[in-house]
């Protein structure tokens, strides 16, 4: 029987994710900030579609000292951890708001650095398992408007392929998965983004299940975004400095 | 804001519809809001989940425990009853009771009280309703049972979503040895003999007759019955039994788009029943076929509603009791058969016993219930007014889930008004009935 963490489960990719594979006979466990009712509700519901066995726990990205109790305190060590926890954050407080901008950082990277770190060490010591990680588009070049979550997705998409290049000689897998627009609660804050561009929760899962099954190293969700980030990283910095992305 | 309509495309509205998953933001908005109804996935015909300010209950999408020791099934109030059957039917569970498509909600399912070919038999699905949360007007979740808030529990059972949002269902099922139905079809010549039939094959399970409605004279409601029984192990053939609890499959043909509004016309329709009819050669034919294309044949195609057009159609239904039901029956048939007014689908089934945990606002009452699909046109609110004036006359009454068009004087003729319901829970339905 295979298990899958998810951290972040309560996000709409984490539980898109969490029916993808409990479809295919993958027991879960469920790990986000709030053990709710809504997330007891979720892992109830998961274990009657699927048949599968769902367990729902604690777990705070930010509280980076609990991390090794948390991973330890798991009675069944997951096959598979899929990391989908993230903060978008305020960019414009982030300017003049070292705390926004530190939890933004601390969310997105240092959250991931740590706990990631926790569970690649193990896996390597086991020679197996796979590690898939969420990172952004934002992460390929800093702009104007959201250079702080940027940097932050930057720093993990760095920290990822490091970390695949180290375990691979350990046969543990890691996959970047870079989603473009999501249609999920982060961005109905936002104005909408434009349709062909922007992968719903379930498009995104099932781009996730594939990189487990087929061990893909970085994913695009949809490959446009691929050639629309070639095409920004590629801009010269005296004109992309001018532009208004 | 956006246009919002149910399976009649009648009427559309704008709306601003909403859904939550979780039950405190549920709590707040209905405290915030003056006047909301819930709806779940908008497959009543008529207005009956339709206002200004809308609860979707789709979002409440969770089942909560399913217990196969005792058949007991607890789930959020927006699953739909395919999702219900895809986690219990390999359990060797089936619903106690279905209407005509699966793409229902649960919670619909209580509001409407509904009832399925097994109503003679069986009843509707308050016999099987253990409990339920329900939301009210303070934003409270409130628990409802036979023993515990037993008047609201009651009221809620049929009420229309007039009493609160349905939060979570907990439902008894029917044990199963087989997902596969046995089925007898029998032609009938005409009305009477069907009627005949009806209390003949009372003693089946399941029992639904299609009626040609625009044959007249002495083929007035030519027609076939179709009685069923849920197949035993040794009743299937070996390709079935080699899955005996087979769930649906999820194919579908869809109708792209609206239909333009001259496609269904009495010559279509007239040629269409004619095949229906001839279709079946003998006069009685016995098989075992899935429980898929016995319960659920429409659901094979995706946005059937389309075919009627832009201006939508009604479905209109209406129950009479069996003394002088016979009389009412053919009384109605001949003012169709005779208006050209084409019911594509038109369905006769019997109620048994009245419903003895329900709202006044419940549908069913002993006797025979008639279903039929009008395509909206002036020509046919008139004859559905003249036809109100007959089911009134033999003591008769609409079916308010497929209502979009009776006035407040004929509902409160049909129904007794002993209900009444917090004022921030109102349909369109309910303003216009007065209900």
Redo the contacts between chains.
Sequence with gaps: MSTLLILGSSSDVGIACAHRFAKEGFDLILATRNGDEYQRNLAADLSIRYNVHVVSVQFDALATSSHKSFYESLGVKPNVVLSVFGYLGNHEQALSDFTQANLIIASNFVGNVSILGIIANDMESKREGTIICVSSVAGERGRKSNYIYGSSKAGLTAFLSGLRARLAASNVHVATIIPGFIKTKMVELLPETPKPITASAAQVADAIWLANKAKKDVVYVLPIWRLIMFIIRNIPERIFKKTNL | MGKVFNWGVFPRIDANQIAF???AKIAEFVKENLVIIPRGNGRCYGDSSLQKTIFSTLEL??????DTENGMISC?AGVLLR?IL??IVPKGFFLPVTPGTKFITIGGAVASNIHGKNHHSEGSISRYIESFNLLNETGTIIHCSKNSNPALFTETIGGMGLTGVIISVNLKLKKIETSYIKQKAIKAKNIYEMLEYFDKFCDYTYSVAWIDCLSKGNSLGRSILMLGEHATNKELNEKQSHQPLAVHSNKQINVPFMFPNFVLNELSIKAFNFLYYHKQMQHEVDNVIHYNPYFYPLDAINNWNRIYGANGFTQYQFAIPFENGKEGLVKILTKIANSGCGSFLAVLKTFGENDAVASPLSFPIKGYTLALDFKISKKVFKLLDELDEIVLAYSGRLYLTKDARMNSDTFHKSYTTAFSHPAKFQSLQSMRLKI
């Design positions: 998953s979780h039950y999408n969770k089942f909560l425990s399913f959020e999702d895809e986690v």
